[in-house]
């Protein structure tokens, strides 16, 4: 997958973070205005895609659930903890597949590797770590946003820094997996090579 893809694919939680923290308003119409547009693409995204898996449904169910009590509701808590509820929404999408025994980036990976090796371990192995390591962003992410609620004191500059910083990482990782030689022809099951 490519970085170009993964940044289509996360685009309403980008637009949440980027047009969010905009200066072109006061914070909370920003904040409004960033849920609309990112409402609005997961709504695209829901029309368009061939992905129907963990990440689909729970930026679907943030999104509607971020529209109603923020933006017609105006519920300052919500506003206040919406960092920490994305960021433990999208906990629950990374571990919560590899706790169902389908992590969410497989998905992704089924629309590039031929139907006969999706059950192939080392696909799986290699989609379970993929996964893993976003799941261990979002723990990050986490982390971050209830450092933001809790602890105003500390330089969110800096945990913004962290978070793309931790991001990038992410994406590279997924893009090394993705491009990795042995993953464009993985062997049949049960094959000694695998």
């Not at 685009?11 to 409004?32: F, G, H, N, R, Y």
């Not at 679907?60 to 017609?72: G, K, Q």
């Not at 006969?116 to 979002?138: A, Q």
């Not at 945990?159 to 062997?187: R, V, W, Y």
Request: with cysteine; proline share 5%; net charge positive.
């Amino acid at each position: 997958m490519s970085i170009f893809s993964m940044m289509i694919s996360f685009a309403p939680w980008l637009v949440l973070k980027i047009v969010s923290i905009l200066p072109l308003a006061d914070p909370l119409t920003m904040l409004k205005a960033a849920l609309v547009i990112a409402f609005a693409i997961s709504l695209y995204q829901s029309l368009r895609s061939k992905v129907r898996g963990f990440i689909f449904w729970g930026t679907i169910l943030f999104f509607s659930f971020s529209l109603v009590t923020v933006v017609l509701m105006s519920n300052m808590w919500v506003v206040g903890h919406l960092g920490l509820l994305a960021q433990l929404n999208m906990n629950v999408i990374a571990w919560g597949s590899m706790l169902v025994r389908r992590p969410f980036t497989i998905d992704y990976a089924k629309q590039s590797v031929p139907q006969e090796f999706w059950s192939n371990p080392r696909f799986l192995r290699k989609n379970y770590l993929i996964t893993g390591v976003w799941g261990v962003y979002f723990l990050l992410g986490l982390a971050s946003a209830e450092i933001r609620v809790y602890e105003p004191q500390v330089s969110h500059v800096l945990l913004e820094i962290l978070d793309n910083a931790s991001m990038i990482g992410a994406m590279l990782f997924t893009c090394h997996m993705s491009k990795h030689p042995k993953s464009a022809q993985l062997p049949p099951e049960g094959d000694a090579a695998a």
